[in-house]
């Protein structure tokens, strides 16, 4: 069974910085896209940032030139680096990831989530 994993959210003061990890975990044939997504308080799920197996990457234009997404192929696992974080940035951080496993097809799975609070 796939698993993805989050971790490194918290509270952190306006213009710091955090670091997000999530590693997938399981039988595990293969990982195409792998990708972040947040959901403010009272607000949907939106993108923030995704990454191809390639290394190719987009992100939403709100955190673009703050957020650097990357990952490690080896290690299943993608990253979110957080600098001059913003009040506005403060929600659940949810981890995506289009694996295929052994027998059977690709399939989208999400992470619980991680709670970023970034205070003014």
């Known amino acids: 069974q796939v698993q993805l994993v989050e971790s490194g959210g918290g509270l952190v003061q306006a213009g710091g910085s955090l670091r997000l990890s999530c590693a997938a975990s399981g039988i595990i044939f293969s990982i195409n896209g792998m990708g972040w997504y947040r959901q403010p308080p009272g607000k949907q799920r939106e993108l923030v940032a995704r990454?191809?197996?390639?290394?190719?990457?987009n992100y939403a234009d709100s955190v673009k030139g703050r957020f650097t997404i990357s990952r490690d192929n080896a290690k299943n696992t993608v990253y979110l680096q957080m600098n001059s974080l913003k009040p506005e940035d403060t929600a659940v951080y949810y981890c995506?990831?289009?694996?295929?496993?052994?027998?059977?097809?690709?399939?989208?799975?999400w992470g619980k989530g991680t709670l970023v609070t970034v205070s003014s």
């Open positions: 995506n990831a289009d694996i295929t496993t052994i027998g059977t097809n690709v399939r989208n799975y």
């Open positions: 990454i191809t197996s390639g290394g190719s990457t």
